[in-house]
């Protein structure tokens, strides 16, 4: 299956998922870290790269943010637009590796969980850095290879789940090796699917405050040279 056609089918499942309550726990802390990392302000405009149905993309014009997302999948960003109609947002459908946009366009870049379907990933990151403006936060997070959770999508891509046999699981090394620059990474989600929310929230504290580095969801931060 092209890449592109990837989650054609997915706009409205993936939506519901992110609804129940462990998927609602999952996308508090990963917006949490994206928003601390990315610190989206009033007046910028941010580019959010495989922007999907838009779901993270709410925490950014909370905060005034201008925002241009960019899905490669037309139902995907259609869910987007819908989504996003009656705010400063503005979609189109476009590939990560050769972003229509000029040099320096955007105060700030971020692609959540999108460059785990791009096997280029330093010329994914160094079109992010493109973009983003001298001294701009790029913001780029992906699936942890060193999370249990990566184990078990390995193992259903062996079984012939089509979505998992696409993904590349990068560890913090691997992902910060794709950048031109070092930069801060961030972990979160370290508890298991099946959590009770209760338990998930006391795994997630423990998992935060030692600062571990296996969590799901993984992270990172690199600032453009002014």
């Known amino acids: 299956m092209a890449p592109e ?46 922007c999907g149905t838009g779901l993270f993309t709410g925490d950014l014009l909370a905060a005034g943010a201008r925002v241009v997302g960019l899905e490669i999948s037309r139902p995907m960003l259609c869910a987007a637009l819908v989504k996003w109609k009656e705010k400063p947002f503005q979609g189109l459908q476009g590939n990560m590796l050769k972003l229509p946009f000029a040099d320096d366009s955007f105060d700030k870049v971020v ?6 379907f791009i096997n280029e990933g330093r010329q994914a990151v160094r079109e992010l850095f493109r973009v983003a403006a001298p001294g701009g936060a790029v913001v780029v997070s992906t699936l942890n290879s060193r999370s249990p959770w990566a184990e ?10 089509r979505i998992f046999q696409q993904m590349i699981f990068r560890s913090p090394e691997e992902l910060d090796a794709l950048a031109p620059v070092s930069g801060e990474l961030r972990s979160a989600i370290h508890f298991h699917k099946q959590e009770q929310p209760e338990r998930a929230r006391s795994l997630e504290r423990q998992g935060s405050d030692l600062k571990l580095m296996t969590g799901a969801f993984l992270a990172a931060r690199w600032f453009k040279d002014s």
Do not use: N
């Not at 692609?111 to 785990?116: G, L, N, Q, V």
């Open 111 to 116: 692609s959540m969980t999108a460059i785990e």
């Open 152 to 161: 078990r999508r390995k193992a259903k891509a062996r079984d012939g789940d």
């Open 5 to 50: 056609h990837i989650f054609d089918s997915w706009p409205k499942r993936y939506d519901e998922w992110f609804a129940t309550p462990i998927g609602s726990l999952v996308k508090e802390y990963e917006s949490e870290v994206m928003q601390d990392l990315l610190q989206p302000a009033s007046g910028e405009c941010i580019l959010d790269a495989g």
